[in-house]
């Protein structure tokens, strides 16, 4: 049954809440309405069906206990068990309110409560349907209720006016309250998945360069044993002319040793350590960041020099995680957009580190240039359009991501449409589509004069 919920209930598996909370929220709500019964009817003499009343509240009691007898303390609610839970609580303080005067009561503002809770965990189609619940009960709440009285005859009405303001206020309350919470909520959710989506990448990244150290240091201390066991097997090879089967085996052993030299060659850098992982110029940077977009049909034109005629040496920055995994997702997404080229510039000063990416695309959609690094950010895409590029879903993720991770390196970003003619970040006339500039203070990424240098010297052999 839990499947078949999850079925015809969209979106219930994202908003799970604890059922402990609920009960919480609940007992806080009896134990209120018992208060405003016994105060009304003890302080200031109303009269009330108090049977009705209290059957109502015990109906409430009933579920609380129920929950509670059922279901384990960590149970937690699905989408739909949530959307019932918060059902229920509306239908009975409607309920209760239908008996003590409908909106001439001043409880009836708890009618916004149901539809607050509702956006702020559920769907924007829960929520959707509780408001119209709330505002249609809200209505016939206004019209239909049994009347107050004193024990004196006197009659607890408010005039049709206020009446009315009471209904528009309750009304503007659930529409404006429930869009707003829900709104905040869902930003709120969206920010925390992209986050963590960006933690993951960051530490993926991070994983691939701390294994490349650990590949490069095994390359270096592996060289020396596999230089020793291929000169000995060359030796025995000699000496074993008059035994063709042992001669095989020491053969077939060199061949294995020069297996290994190749492989670790491979995979990483032979006789350098982790020093060398740590910095490289900044040319060396934006092509490995580039790698894996190169051949893939868009041809990528690399550019690199000092701002004017100066004869500032090109820096050596520090290979952070951050940066080349945001520079590789901005020039993916060059790439993916591209008709048929990308241009990636670096230039430097001695105070600051550029690097330009643009390509002949369409561009950005002009709408959406101000929100360009939002996650999840969502629009209407032509059919042309997800022809080419049917397997995009247009999130803004990797933006974000790329966005979040250049800034945490103390980079800024500007982002600009090449064919916007008031546009200052190009004036070539060919690179008419997107274009991003990436702008550090040169002291925050290079790894030689910049706040963190990177220390050099000799090699250190690693000590096991």
């Known amino acids: 049954m839990a499947d078949s919920n999850i ?59 129920t929950a509670i007898l059922v279901f384990p303390r960590n149970k ?12 229920f609580d509306l239908l009975q303080l409607t309920i209760l309110l239908y008996l003590t005067g409908g909106l001439n009561n ?8 149901p539809v607050t809770i509702s956006a702020n965990v559920m769907s924007t189609r829960s929520t959707l349907i509780i ?52 709104r905040v909520s869902s930003e709120v959710q969206s920010m925390s998945q992209a986050l963590s989506a960006t933690h993951m990448a960051l530490a993926r990244e991070q994983k691939l360069t701390d294994l490349g150290g650990v590949v490069a240091a095994a390359a270096h201390e592996l060289g020396t044993p596999l230089a020793t066991i291929k000169l000995t097997s060359a030796e025995l090879i000699e000496e074993l002319d008059d035994r063709p089967d042992l001669k095989e085996d020491a053969a077939l ?15 990483g850098r032979a006789g350098k350590d982790d020093l060398h992982l740590r910095q ?28 004017g005629d100066g004869d500032v040496q090109q820096p050596s920055i520090l290979r952070k995680p951050e940066i080349i995994h ?13 008709r048929s080229n990308v241009w990636v510039e670096a230039e430097w000063t001695a105070e600051r580190i550029t690097i330009n990416i643009m390509d002949d695309g369409r561009g950005y959609p002009s709408q959406m240039i101000g929100r360009i690094g939002d996650p999840f950010m969502r629009r209407r895409r032509a059919e042309s359009e997800k022809r080419a590029r049917p397997e995009y879903e247009g999130m803004g993720l990797g933006l974000f991501i790329a966005k979040t991770l250049l800034e945490r ?20 006339p060919e690179r008419i589509g997107a274009i991003v500039r990436v702008s550090w203070p040169r002291k925050l990424v290079d790894a030689q004069t910049g706040d963190t240098p990177v220390p050099s010297g000799v090699n250190q052999h690693i000590q096991v």
């Open 7 to 65: 079925t015809f209930w969209p979106g219930q598996e994202r908003s799970w809440i604890r059922l402990r909370t609920l009960i919480l929220l609940r007992w806080v709500a009896i134990f209120g309405q018992i208060t405003a019964i016994t105060v009304a009817q003890q302080t200031y003499d109303v009269q009330l069906d108090v049977t009705l009343c209290y059957l109502a509240i015990g109906i409430s009691v009933m579920g609380n206990l």
């Open 76 to 87: 937690r609610l699905s989408e739909f068990e949530n959307f019932l839970m918060v059902l």
């Open 106 to 113: 001043p409880f009836a503002l708890l009618l916004v409560g």
């Open 131 to 182: 408001g119209t619940v709330a505002i249609i009960l809200t209505t016939l709440l206004a019209e239909f209720h049994l009347p107050l009285h004193t024990d004196g005859g006197v009659d607890l009405e408010i005039p049709d006016i206020l009446l009315f303001g009471n209904w528009a206020a309750i009304v503007i309350a659930i529409v404006f309250l429930g869009a707003y919470s829900h």
């Open 253 to 267: 052993i060199r061949e294995q040793a020069n297996r290994c030299r190749d492989i670790l060659r491979d995979m």
């Open 280 to 307: 490289a110029p900044l040319s060396t940077v934006i092509h490995e960041a580039a790698e894996p977009h190169i051949n893939r049909g868009k041809q990528v034109h690399f550019a690199e020099g000092p701002v």
């Open 326 to 338: 945001g520079m590789r997702n901005l020039i993916q997404n060059a790439v993916d957009f591209a």
């Open 409 to 428: 390196s103390g980079a800024h970003l500007d982002f600009a449409n090449g064919s916007d003619p008031y546009q200052t970040l190009s004036d070539n």
